[in-house]
Each structure stands twice: as structure tokens, then as C-alpha cells.
């Protein structure tokens, strides 16, 4: 298998009424190195694109990117670069970017312009910037290239966003982690989601498991989902015993805790995200925790009934305030002057 590391680079709209809602980015260029399985280098491809929607630089971009798209009128459009770039990709291949957005803007762009899309379902890639973050840091964390390539200490022979440089960078990043320790770290494609319950993906990592549920009309109805809610052990397949159940975390997140009799405690996590048609799905994960994280969700559970509590008690008293309000109001307008009724409210 070949890895193929890519990087585009987009134009957008100079002004919001020209923009098109299905099309906010439009490649101009891809670049891309392709590596074997040892991580050799074995191609490369770069190709600007000439522009079909917008046609003349977002002043930002061109700062950014030194591109111009004046340049690019004896470029080919992008079904014909597409083209080009499915054949140098080859059969087996995964894709490697640098962050999650480029696999995103290229199949964007694929719509648009009527490319079919040929890459497998769930189509799972590596997210370099990620694996970066698991190899040399907590893997939560996210540098930019330019960052990581200092970080590294390496000569920046390239100028960065010009997409062929930043994929050549790319590479050489991916070939000095050597993929060590986190090959098992691929991610998964949002783009196309899984269209029903036979189409959901479950991946099993070293230190925990993920699940991408199906689209939702409404954040409500994902979290009314058995398949989403319910589980068993990754590890073994038990039926787990609930401890706290789901309550939200965030505005789109959710935790629970579990236990597996062979494992232990269990924390899962529920993102609430928005699709590309704007449904909403989840993206659930799930890992070991020690008996103290355990407590601590279980001590944040009790935090959040109390305040769920106050909140209902305040919207109760708010309720009656409007009320006698209301009341107050209506006994005004049939007697308009007395002051009696005033007096009345502020005494109850
Ligand atoms: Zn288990």
C-alpha cells in the first residue's frame, strides 16, 4: 500500500454576494508525494487548476499563498487535474494530510464539478497533524506545519502553503515519525456519512473506540438512539452496567460511565456534529478510565442535577412573576385607577 500525502490550496469568494453556498473554497492547486509502504519516496504530483467560479484572488489568500489565478488560465479545470490525480494515486493507497480539512475541500470539489467519487465507504485516512500530537505530544494538541517543522528542527528548504511544499513537508514529517506506535490512528471521513445503521462505523483503537452514527433530523433525536446511547464493551463484548448515564458536557457534548466486569470503568463521549447537508450526527468514543476519573464524572453528574434543579426552580419563579404580572395587567385595564391592585401585588 502507497501512502499519498496531499495538500491543496483554495480560493474563495472577495465578496459574500458572490459567494456559492455549495462551493466556498475552489481548488487551485494540488500537490502530493506519493510514498510506499517504508515510506520511500516513490512520485510526485503537482498541478494548479484553472478556476471555473472564482475568477479573480481573494486578496487574503493571494497574501497568503502568493498564487494568482491569473496565472492559471492555461491550467486545466478540475475534473481533467482530478482525473489526473485519481490515476497517480493508483489503486492502493491511504491518504495523509496535514489536519482533517483538505480530504474534506477535495470531495466538496469533486461534487461540484461532477467528479464521481471513487474512494471506499467509510473512507479512513491519516491526519498527520494528529498522529504528530500522539507521537510527540498529548494528542490532543494541534501545530501548525510550520511549527511542527521547526519543532523537528529540520531546514525549511520550501516555501510553506504552496500545496506541493507543504506536502513534500508533510512527508518528510510522516517519514521522521516512521509511523511508530501510531499506524493504528487512522481517521475517518465525515463527508460522506453512513447513510443508515448497516452503513455505521465502529473502529477499535489501542486506547479507546469510536462509533459514527448515521445522520439525524436534530440533536434530540440522536441522543433518543438506542444504537448511539447503548453499548457493550469494546474490549470483550460484555454488557456493560451504566453508572451515570448520558447527560450533556457542552452544547454538543455528552458523557456517560460504564463498567465492564473484566475492565472496568468506562467513560464515554458523545460529539454532536453538524453534517454537510446540515443533519446532525454523532461521533462517540470510549475509553478505560480509573476509579478517579470515574468519580469525578460522577461528582460533575451531581453538579450538573443541582443546577439543572436551580435553573427549573428560577424558571418556575419567572413563570409566576409573569403570571401575577399578567393578572396585575388585565385587572389594570378594567380599573385603570385604582391603586389598590398595585398594592395588592406587593403585598403577595
Ligand atoms: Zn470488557
Keep these: 500500500m502507497n501512502y499519498i500525502v496531499f495538500d491543496l490550496e483554495w480560493n474563495q469568494s472577495s465578496d459574500r454576494a458572490s459567494a456559492r453556498p455549495s462551493l466556498p473554497f475552489e481548488i487551485i492547486e494540488i500537490g502530493a508525494v506519493k510514498l510506499d509502504a517504508a515510506l520511500r519516496e516513490v512520485g510526485r504530483f503537482d498541478r494548479f487548476v484553472r478556476p ?38 493508483g489503486e492502493d493507497f491511504i491518504f495523509c494530510t496535514w489536519g482533517e480539512s483538505d480530504l474534506w475541500e477535495l470531495q466538496r470539489n469533486m461534487r461540484y464539478f461532477h467528479v464521481d467519487n471513487p ?16 507521537r510527540y505530544d498529548d494528542g490532543r494538541s494541534r501545530l501548525g506545519l510550520k511549527a511542527a517543522i521547526e519543532e523537528r528542527g529540520f531546514e525549511e528548504q ?11 513537508y508533510t512527508a518528510r514529517l510522516m517519514q521522521e515519525m ?24 465502529y473502529l477499535v483503537f489501542p486506547t479507546y473506540a469510536k462509533y ?14 438506542h444504537t448511539v446511547t447503548q453499548m457493550r464493551c469494546y474490549l470483550c463484548g460484555r454488557p456493560l ?45 470510549v475509553k478505560c478510565v480509573s476509579e ?30 409573569k403570571k401575577r404580572a399578567a393578572r396585575a395587567a388585565s385587572r389594570g385595564r378594567e380599573k385603570p385607577a385604582e391603586p389598590a391592585a398595585v398594592q395588592t401585588q406587593a403585598e403577595e
Excluded at 516512521?178 to 462505523?201: A, C, H, Q, T, W
Aim: charged share 35%; net charge positive.
Design 52 to 89: 471555473r467560479i472564482y475568477r479573480r484572488m481573494n486578496p487574503m489568500t493571494k497574501k497568503v499563498t502568493h498564487l494568482d489565478v491569473k496565472n492559471m488560465t492555461g491550467e486545466a479545470f478540475f475534473p481533467d487535474v482530478m482525473k489526473d490525480f485519481l490515476e497517480f494515486c
Design 119 to 134: 474512494f471506499p465507504k467509510p473512507l479512513l485516512f491519516y491526519d498527520v497533524q494528529k498522529l504528530y500530537s500522539l
Design 158 to 168: 520550501e516555501a510553506f502553503h504552496l500545496a506541493i511544499s507543504d506536502a513534500i
Design 178 to 201: 516512521n509511523l511508530e506506535g501510531v499506524e493504528k490512528y487512522v481517521s475517518v471521513d465525515y463527508f460522506r456519512l453512513p447513510e443508515n445503521e448497516s452503513e455505521e462505523i
Design 212 to 225: 459514527v452514527s448515521r445522520p439525524f433530523p436534530e440533536k434530540e433525536d440522536v441522543m433518543k438512539d
Design 241 to 285: 452496567r451504566r453508572h451515570v448515564r448520558w447527560f450533556p458536557t457542552g452544547e454538543r457534548t455528552y458523557q456517560a460511565l460504564f463498567s465492564c466486569p473484566q475492565h472496568g470503568y468506562l467513560k464515554g463521549k458523545i460529539r454532536i456534529k453538524k453534517s454537510r447537508t446540515s443533519a446532525v450526527f454523532a461521533v462517540r468514543t
Design 292 to 321: 478517579e476519573k470515574a468519580e469525578e464524572l460522577k461528582e460533575r453528574r451531581v453538579g450538573f442535577i443541582e443546577k439543572r434543579r436551580e435553573a427549573a426552580k428560577r424558571s418556575r419563579v419567572r413563570a409566576k412573576e
